[in-house]
C-alpha cells in the first residue's frame, strides 16, 4: 500500500516537473516570437521611411526639374514684353523730365505768375452755390416728391453721357479724359455712395466708357494712399473734392478748426502731387461738402478760405455742392456739365 502511494506521488511529481517544463518553454518561445516580431516591425518601418524618402525625394526633383522648365519656359516668352515695359517706363521717365525742366524754363522767363482764378470770381462762386442749392430747392418742391428725391440719390447717373457731349477733343490728338474723386478714404460711406452713384467697378473702383467717336471717358476714385501714373495725371481733366463726412460728434463746422485744418491738408497734398508732375496743371474742381452746422451760409463761405482755394495753383475755377439728399442728384449732374465744360474751355481770367 505504501509503496502505491509512494509511486503515485513521485509519477505526480514527475508530470507536475514536465508541465512546468513545458510552461517554461512556452513562455520563452513566446518572447522569442515577439522578439522576432519587434524586429520585424523595426526593420520594416525602417526599410518603408527609407522608400518613402528615397519617393518624395525623387518627385521633388522631378517636381523642381518641371517648375524651373515652366520658369525658364515662362522667362523666355514674357522677355519681349518685359523689355516693352522697360523701354516705355524709360520713356516717360525721360518725357517727364524734359517736360518738367520745359515747365522751369518757362516759368523762369515769363513776366507774370498765371493764378487759378481772381479772388473775386472765386467769392462769387460761393454765392452761386449757396443760389443754385435754394433754386433746385424750389424747382423740386413744384415738380418732384420727397419720396422721388430721396430714391434719385441712389439712383445711379451715367455721367459718361453728360460729359461727352461737351467735350472738344483734338481732331489729331488723343481722345481720352479723366475725372478724378478725390476722397480722404476708399472706406468711407460717402466712397461707396459715389461708388454706387458713379456705377464704379468694385475692384479698380473706376468705371470706362468708350464713345463711337474712339473717345474714352473714364472716372474713378483716388485718395492720398493711391499710386498715380503719368498717363491718368495726363488724361485727367476735372477733380470732385469730396470733403470728408466724419466728425467728431456735437461739433459745428463753423468752430472745428481741426476738421478744416486736416482737409487743406489733403488738397495741399493732392496740388502738390500733381504740381510735381505739371507745374503748369490747371483743372476744374467740384468740392462737394457734406455740413453738420447749424450755420449753413457762413459755412460754405469759409470754404474758400479755409482751404486756402485763392492761393492754389492747380485750380483754374471751382464750384460748391452742399451734399443735401433733396437736392444732390440734379445739383450733381448740373456741376459735372460744367466741370467738363470748363475743362474743355480754360480761359484765365485773372493775371
Same mark, same amino acid.
Given at each position: 500500500?505504501?509503496?502505491?502511494?509512494?509511486?503515485?506521488?513521485?509519477?505526480?511529481?514527475?508530470?507536475?516537473?514536465?508541465?512546468?517544463?513545458?510552461?517554461?518553454?512556452?513562455?520563452?518561445?513566446? &518572447?522569442?516570437?515577439?522578439?522576432?516580431?519587434?524586429?520585424?516591425?523595426?526593420?520594416? *518601418?525602417?526599410?518603408?521611411?527609407?522608400?518613402?524618402?528615397?519617393?518624395?525625394?525623387?518627385?521633388?526633383?522631378?517636381?523642381?526639374?518641371?517648375?524651373?522648365?515652366?520658369?525658364?519656359?515662362?522667362?523666355?516668352?514674357?522677355?519681349?514684353?518685359?523689355?516693352?515695359?522697360?523701354?516705355? #517706363?524709360?520713356?516717360?521717365?525721360?518725357?517727364?523730365?524734359?517736360?518738367?525742366?520745359? *515747365?522751369?524754363?518757362?516759368?523762369?522767363?515769363?513776366? *507774370?505768375?498765371?493764378?487759378?482764378? $481772381?479772388?473775386?470770381?472765386?467769392?462769387?462762386?460761393?454765392?452761386?452755390?449757396?443760389?443754385?442749392?435754394?433754386?433746385?430747392?424750389?424747382?423740386?418742391?413744384?415738380?418732384?416728391?420727397?419720396?422721388?428725391?430721396?430714391? @434719385?440719390?441712389?439712383?445711379?447717373?451715367?455721367?459718361?453721357?453728360?460729359?461727352?457731349?461737351?467735350?472738344?477733343?483734338?481732331?489729331?490728338?488723343?481722345?481720352?479724359?479723366?475725372?478724378?474723386?478725390?476722397?480722404?478714404?476708399?472706406?468711407?460711406? %460717402?466712397?461707396?455712395?459715389?461708388? *454706387?452713384?458713379?456705377?464704379?467697378?468694385?475692384?479698380?473702383?473706376?468705371?470706362?466708357?468708350? %464713345?463711337?467717336?474712339?473717345?474714352?471717358?473714364? /472716372?474713378?476714385?483716388? %485718395?492720398?494712399?493711391? $499710386?498715380?501714373?503719368?498717363? @491718368?495725371?495726363?488724361?485727367?481733366?476735372?477733380?470732385?473734392?469730396?470733403? %470728408?463726412?466724419?466728425?467728431?460728434?456735437?461739433?459745428?463746422?463753423?468752430?472745428?478748426?481741426?476738421?478744416?485744418?486736416?482737409?487743406?491738408?489733403?488738397?495741399?497734398?493732392?496740388?502738390?502731387?500733381?504740381?510735381?508732375?505739371?507745374?503748369?496743371?490747371?483743372?476744374?474742381? #467740384?468740392?462737394?461738402?457734406?455740413?453738420?452746422?447749424?450755420?449753413?451760409? !457762413?459755412?460754405?463761405?469759409?470754404?474758400?478760405?479755409?482751404?486756402? &482755394?485763392?492761393?492754389?495753383? /492747380?485750380?483754374?475755377?471751382?464750384?460748391?455742392? #452742399?451734399?443735401?439728399?433733396?437736392?444732390?442728384?440734379?445739383? &450733381?449732374?448740373?456741376?459735372?456739365?460744367?466741370?467738363?465744360?470748363?475743362?474743355? !474751355? #480754360?480761359?484765365?481770367? $485773372?493775371?
Amino acid at each position: 500500500m505504501e509503496r502505491e502511494l509512494a509511486a503515485q506521488k513521485a509519477a505526480e511529481a514527475e508530470a507536475l516537473k514536465k508541465r512546468q517544463q513545458q510552461e517554461a518553454e512556452d513562455r520563452a518561445a513566446r &518572447l522569442e516570437f515577439q522578439r522576432r516580431q519587434a524586429l520585424i516591425n523595426e526593420l520594416t *518601418h525602417s526599410l518603408a521611411q527609407d522608400v518613402m524618402e528615397t519617393v518624395v525625394i525623387e518627385e521633388v526633383k522631378v517636381a523642381s526639374m518641371s517648375t524651373m522648365y515652366q520658369s525658364r519656359k515662362l522667362k523666355k516668352k514674357m522677355e519681349p514684353y518685359l523689355d516693352l515695359a522697360r523701354t516705355r #517706363i524709360h520713356r516717360q521717365r525721360h518725357l517727364a523730365s524734359e517736360r518738367k525742366y520745359l *515747365h522751369q524754363l518757362v516759368d523762369r522767363f515769363s513776366k *507774370h505768375r498765371s493764378k487759378p482764378s $481772381c479772388k473775386a470770381i472765386k467769392q462769387q462762386r460761393v454765392r452761386e452755390s449757396l443760389y443754385l442749392e435754394k433754386r433746385m430747392v424750389y424747382e423740386n418742391l413744384k415738380r418732384v416728391s420727397v419720396q422721388d428725391s430721396i430714391a @434719385a440719390v441712389w439712383q445711379f447717373e451715367n455721367y459718361a453721357q453728360l460729359i461727352h457731349p461737351v467735350l472738344q477733343f483734338s481732331s489729331s490728338g488723343p481722345k481720352e479724359w479723366q475725372l478724378w474723386i478725390h476722397v480722404e478714404n476708399l472706406l468711407l460711406e %460717402s466712397t461707396k455712395w459715389f461708388a *454706387h452713384k458713379f456705377g464704379l467697378d468694385t475692384e479698380f473702383g473706376r468705371r470706362v466708357e468708350r %464713345s463711337e467717336d474712339g473717345s474714352i471717358i473714364t /472716372l474713378r476714385t483716388v %485718395s492720398p494712399q493711391s $499710386c498715380l501714373y503719368s498717363k @491718368a495725371i495726363d488724361e485727367m481733366g476735372g477733380i470732385i473734392f469730396s470733403l %470728408s463726412e466724419t466728425r467728431t460728434p456735437g461739433t459745428d463746422d463753423t468752430n472745428n478748426p481741426k476738421y478744416w485744418r486736416k482737409e487743406k491738408e489733403r488738397l495741399d497734398q493732392m496740388t502738390k502731387q500733381l504740381l510735381e508732375y505739371n507745374p503748369r496743371i490747371r483743372i476744374p474742381i #467740384i468740392i462737394t461738402y457734406w455740413p453738420q452746422t447749424d450755420y449753413l451760409e !457762413n459755412a460754405v463761405q469759409e470754404i474758400p478760405n479755409l482751404l486756402g &482755394l485763392h492761393d492754389n495753383l /492747380l485750380i483754374i475755377d471751382y464750384h460748391l455742392i #452742399i451734399m443735401d439728399p433733396a437736392t444732390i442728384a440734379g445739383r &450733381l449732374s448740373e456741376e459735372i456739365v460744367w466741370l467738363a465744360s470748363t475743362s474743355s !474751355n #480754360i480761359i484765365h481770367t $485773372c493775371t
